[in-house]
């Protein structure tokens, strides 16, 4: 399952959560801070983010993740469920 967990693409603060599956998030692990991705909204716009930074968090740690600080914030848990990755993006200009 992949959901809109905070914010909203238009305002620049979207977080997005998957499950830690191959075919969710599961290679979220793989980003680097300079990699581009692409996200599509409703409406057909194209919206392209560079990587600022990937890390491990907390599990509890919500606020790491909803503060409003990032274009972008895609999050998953790690194996075994102990901790959260986050990836946190750059929209390009």
């Known amino acids: 399952m992949t959901v809109r967990y905070y914010g909203d693409i238009?305002?620049?603060d979207l977080v997005i959560c998957?499950?830690?599956y191959e075919a969710h998030f599961g290679r979220?692990?793989?980003l680097e801070p300079g990699d581009t991705?692409?996200?599509m909204d409703m409406n057909g716009a194209?919206?392209?983010y560079?990587?600022?930074?990937r890390e491990v968090i907390e599990p509890t740690?919500?606020?790491?993740v909803t503060s409003g600080e990032d274009d972008l914030v895609l999050l998953t848990c790690?194996?075994?469920?102990?901790?959260?990755?986050?990836v946190r993006c750059s929209l390009k200009e």
């Open 46 to 48: 194209a919206y392209d």
């Open 10 to 12: 238009s305002t620049s």
């Open 37 to 39: 991705l692409s996200l």
């Open 18 to 20: 998957a499950n830690n």
């Open 78 to 86: 790690t194996v075994g469920g102990s901790a959260r990755v986050v």
């Open 50 to 53: 560079e990587v600022k930074l």
């Open 28 to 30: 979220l692990k793989e």
């Open 61 to 64: 740690a919500i606020e790491a």
